[in-house]
């Protein structure tokens, strides 16, 4: 406890000393600053007067700027000798000091610090001083763009020395309290470093029995604090990770549901409808196929959620026609869409080719055809626009469905987010699908965006950079 004790006293010395000493110099150098810009300043305003020889007016300019700043005034001409001082003490006496030789030397404003009485320094420049000490500023006096002479001001600088004290005196104070103080809060210290120890136990308990919600309190900044912040952390993220594995089934359930309908409807087509010739059953099976390759890639992508939440989603980028892409897609949903009483039309400009991996691009405009479908009811439209402008690839899916209401639709791209929860269920929508196609859209150096109005429908633009 000694150690501990004399380690935070010498700690608080070393703060102490260090904060005087920049009180300190914040002091000097303000008080400097501000003094030497009046100094400059008075030496503007003396110049008029002072070029002119006009000494009735010389010097009520210096008696005058003397009241205002509390300090002694004097103008000297281009040899240092006293033209006029606020005393009256010392005109025709030469004033050789160091700052003034600076400024006539051609050095510029200078200042200097002296304690008062000296002799030969501070004992003329004040009257009627004993302890004390004077700020002398010297600034050279203007006239016609060339100097013609050097203003001295003169102030007392013991306020700036007695505030310093005054802190000084302060920090001894605070360090013999907090000494104190540590002394006796140290007594008390031992008991409470069981009390952390066994809220972690308690914790842990919970955690092995399949509890994730138990948390411990966090106070101060502690070992056992960063200890029980960490445990915290490690809850939070294993009652995430169970939450996802809970909502995971639910999304693959949204994600696979639809291309298993198509299939379904495939399929029942060729059991149950007349014998067909051998081309359509052909054409038909080869829907099938695709159906089944598109819940492959489906499946893949859900299981790699974790890679697009670390940025670590790859993809196999290659030259694919985006017209045929909407077209091929379009023409899969066709029966989904003839089956719920839609139309679905097309404006598709010819020859439109973009660098991108086809299976995944074909994901995000078969996700955003679906979803036109399942929102759109019986009679309504589906179309699909394609057109270039500048240097991108702009592709629209637009519906006359139900619409998205404004304040949801800065959500509509978030992962699990929905806007009708009681009608997503009924579509087997988690809100996923959006969230995985912006994702992918993003990996192809383009963006989404969304537009809508409730009962009137809505508009889905994806911009892709064209190749070359």
Same mark, same amino acid.
């Given at each position: ?26 002091? $000097? ?57 606020? *005393? ?22 200078? *200042? ?24 002398? *500023? ?49 007594? $008390? ?13 308690? %914790?842990?308990?919970?955690?092995? /029995?399949?509890?994730?919600? %138990? ?32 909502? $995971? ?22 059991? *149950? ?28 992508? !859900? ?57 995944? !691009? ?7 055809? &679906? ?36 304040? &949801? ?6 992962? $699990? ?7 997503? /269920? ?6 996923? %699908? ?35």
């Amino acid at each position: 406890m000694l150690a501990y004790l004399l380690i935070i006293c010498v700690a608080f010395y070393v703060v102490t000393a260090s904060l005087i000493r920049l009180v300190g110099e914040y002091l $000097f150098s303000q008080k400097v600053s501000d003094e030497q810009r009046m100094a400059g300043e008075l030496a503007v305003a003396l110049s008029e007067p002072f070029a002119d020889r006009d000494a009735e007016r010389l010097y009520s300019d210096v008696r005058s700027a003397s009241e205002s700043t509390g300090g002694r005034i004097m103008v000297l001409d281009l040899y240092g000798v006293v033209q006029a001082d606020t *005393y009256s003490e010392y005109n025709g006496t030469q004033l050789m000091r160091s700052e003034v030789a600076m400024v006539l030397s051609g050095g510029g404003e200078a *200042y200097g610090f002296y304690e008062s009485p000296e002799s030969g320094a501070g004992s003329f420049l004040l009257p009627g001083l004993t302890v004390d000490m004077i700020g002398l *500023y010297a600034a050279p006096i203007m006239a016609d763009e060339s100097m013609a002479g050097v203003l001295v001001f003169i102030t007392l600088a013991q306020d700036m020395y007695q505030s310093l004290m005054y802190i000084q005196t302060q920090m001894i104070l605070w360090l013999v309290l907090v000494a104190l103080a540590v002394a006796i809060l140290s007594l $008390f210290v031992s008991r409470f470093f069981t009390k952390p120890v066994s809220n972690l136990i308690t %914790g842990m308990s919970q955690m092995t /029995r399949g509890d994730f919600s %138990g948390r411990v309190k966090v106070k101060g900044k502690s070992e056992f604090a960063q200890l029980a912040s960490t445990f915290n952390m490690m809850c939070d993220r294993l009652e995430s990770l169970d939450k996802s594995r809970s909502q $995971f089934v639910s999304n693959a359930s949204h994600e696979l549901k639809t291309p298993l309908s198509t299939m379904k409807i495939l399929i029942e087509t060729l059991v *149950y409808q007349e014998p067909m010739d051998e081309g359509m059953c052909r054409e038909f099976l080869g829907d099938i196929n695709k159906e089944i390759d598109r819940l492959n890639l489906v499946i893949n992508d !859900l299981l790699t959620l974790v890679s697009m939440d670390s940025g670590e989603m790859k993809v196999n980028m290659k030259s694919a026609s985006l017209t045929d892409m909407l077209n091929e897609t379009m023409r899969r949903l066709q029966p989904l869409a003839r089956e719920r009483g839609i139309e679905m039309s097309a404006a598709i400009a010819q020859g439109v080719t973009v660098n991108c991996d086809p299976m995944k !691009l074909t994901q995000v405009f078969y996700n955003l055809m &679906d979803n036109a479908i399942k929102y759109t009811g019986r009679g309504g439209e589906v179309k699909i626009e394609l057109v270039r402008k500048d240097k991108k690839a702009i592709a629209r899916v637009i519906d006359t469905g139900i619409g998205i209401p404004k304040e &949801d639709q800065m959500h509509i791209f978030d992962r $699990f987010y929905r806007v009708d929860k009681a009608r997503s /269920r009924e579509t087997g929508g988690t809100g996923l %699908g959006l969230s995985i196609v912006k994702q992918v859209v993003l990996l192809h150096g383009g963006d989404i965006t969304v537009s809508s109005e409730e009962e009137k429908g809505s508009t889905f633009t994806v911009e892709l950079p064209l190749q070359g």
